[in-house]
T-cell receptor
Framework: GENVEQHPSTLSVQEGDSAVIKCTYS??????FPWYKQELGKRPQLIID?????GEKKDQRIAVTLNKTAKHFSLHITETQPEDSAVYFC??????????FGTGTRLLVSP | DTAVSQTPKYLVTQMGNDKSIKCEQN?????MYWYKQDSKKFLKIMFS???????INETVPNRFSPKSPDKAHLNLHINSLELGDSAVYFC?????????????FGAGTRLSVL
């Protein structure tokens, strides 16, 4: 079955710096890759997603890139702010309606 | 007006007890899910139902039994609770579409088994 690896497990940056989180997946049939943000004690919420027919997608300070050949995708956050501090999860969809999540990255943005 | 709502928010119980968690979505979605998030924050799918039919069952012990009375509800019943069942359980839902798999999560139920 699909296996998603996510790195790093923790990431500390200064406010205004960029943050990059990387994920790899194993199942070449996976065609949908969302990213979720989970603040402390809250529910996971979708922040951006990308489909396999697209190489890059941007939404303001957040961008996601996908390399299907290498089976990896990354989340880029520019000009980080303290409110970006949270756990971020990548996921891959290997089949109908199923998501396999990565192990999460705890991002801490220091003022 | 919450899109995916689950109850209770907190559940503290003794080992060996039976408990249920309820989930309801008002988004008109066809598919609902149960996830378990352990203390290390790993988020793992347990079950998925599409229009009241089970489509994913990820080798979850038989003590866990999901029930979907209609496509807007997916409840989770747990028998003979064990210490290892302590976790946050999230319900989620998504639209039934080949091009859409955005999953919307409930606020979670924090289960503590003593």
């Amino acid at each position: 079955g699909e296996n998603v690896e996510q790195h790093p497990s923790t990431l500390s940056v200064q406010e205004g710096d960029s943050a990059v989180i990387k994920c790899t997946y194993s199942d070449s049939a996976s065609n949908y890759f969302p990213w979720y943000k989970q603040e402390l004690g809250k529910r996971p919420q979708l922040i951006i997603d990308i489909r396999s027919n697209v190489g890059e997608k941007k939404d303001q300070r957040i961008a996601v890139t996908l390399n299907k050949t290498a089976k990896h995708f990354s989340l880029h956050i520019t000009e980080t702010q303290p409110e970006d501090s949270a756990v971020y999860f990548c996921a891959a969809s290997p089949g109908f309606q199923k998501l396999v999540f990565g192990t999460g990255t705890r991002l801490l943005v220091s003022p | 007006d919450t899109a995916v709502s689950q109850t209770p928010k907190y559940l503290v119980t003794q080992m060996g007890n039976d408990k249920s968690i309820k989930c309801e979505q008002n988004l008109g979605h066809d598919t609902m899910y149960w996830y378990k998030q352990d203390s290390k924050k790993f988020l793992k799918i347990m079950f998925s139902y599409n229009n009241k039919e089970l489509i994913i069952n990820e080798t979850v012990p038989n003590r866990f039994s999901p029930k979907s009375p209609d496509k807007a509800h997916l409840n989770l019943h747990i028998n003979s609770l064990e210490l290892g069942d302590s976790a946050v359980y999230f319900c989620a839902s998504s639209q039934d579409s080949a091009s859409q798999n955005i999953q919307y999560f409930g606020a979670g139920t924090r289960l503590s088994v003593l």
